[in-house]
């Protein structure tokens, strides 16, 4: 599967982007599909999750952002809001099908490009 990220950009603290990440190939349906984020000088960590047994997300993230799908569309989505300024990352989506709630990078076997997500304080 290949994956494209969108969405990303400038945003105030307290507001709200939404990314997208869609995927070719003709079974995305079976992917587990997941966001992590980089933020410059620290590692890659994990944000969200989601496959056939629901959502998962990391506990600096719970609350504020919501992870869906679009298996019609072969695309992933994250809704972002209450934006902090450590919320300040590239936003990478993923996707594997061995682990629903897999939240090491290591698990991603596809990984698209990257999308900056900048948040001013």
């Known amino acids: 599967v290949q994956l494209q990220a969108s969405g990303g950009g400038l945003m105030q603290a307290g507001g709200s982007l939404r990314l997208s990440c869609a995927a070719s190939g003709h079974t995305f349906s079976m992917y587990n599909m997941a966001w992590f984020r980089q933020a410059p000088g620290k590692e890659r960590e994990f944000v969200a999750c989601?496959?056939?047994?629901?959502?998962y997300y990391a506990d600096s993230v719970k609350g504020r952002f919501t992870i869906s799908r679009d298996n019609g569309k072969k695309t992933v989505y994250l809704q972002m809001n209450s934006l902090k300024p450590e919320d300040t990352a590239v936003y990478y989506c993923?996707?594997?099908?061995?682990?629903?709630?897999?939240?090491?990078?290591?698990?991603?076997?596809?990984w698209g490009q990257g999308t900056l997500v900048t948040v001013s304080s």
């Open positions: 993923a996707a594997q099908t061995h682990d629903p709630r897999a939240t090491l990078p290591s698990e991603y076997g596809y």
């Open positions: 989601i496959s056939w047994s629901g959502t």
